[in-house]
Nanobody, 127 residues
């Protein structure tokens, strides 16, 4: 069973930065596409960022483009979401998720394309 753990959430003020991490404590993340999603209270889970299994290609939602950066370390143990210039609309529970294995097509962006999820980490941004 895939076991993903997110960390790094917290309560910050607008303009601050946070760095979220995702790892599988039991093994490496492997050659899987990895994604970040978020869910605000009363809303559907929405796409934030995705990174290819090789780490060479990424995509972001327009709402975070230019402020967030997604990366994965060379040992393939951790996927990181660096969030800068946070705004209140970034508030929500952030989830990392595992996508297709060694997938080389267009980046999957829908939650249904991801088969395993972490428990989420809360990010709260206040004015």
């Amino acid at each position: 069973q895939v076991y993903l753990v997110e960390s790094g959430g917290g309560e910050v003020q607008a303009g601050d930065s946070l760095r979220l991490s995702c790892e599988n404590p039991r093994r490496t993340l492997g050659r899987f596409v990895m994604g970040w999603f978020r869910q605000a209270p009363g809303k559907e889970k929405e796409f934030v960022a995705v990174i290819s299994w090789s780490g060479t290609s990424t995509d972001m939602d327009d709402s975070v483009r230019g402020r967030f950066i997604v990366s994965r370390d060379k040992s393939n143990n951790t996927v990181t979401l660096e969030m800068n210039n946070l705004i209140p609309k970034d508030t929500g529970v952030y989830f990392c998720a595992r996508g297709p294995h060694r997938y080389c097509g267009s980046h999957p962006l829908d939650p249904g394309d991801f088969s395993a999820w972490g428990q989420g980490t809360q990010v709260t941004v206040s004015m």
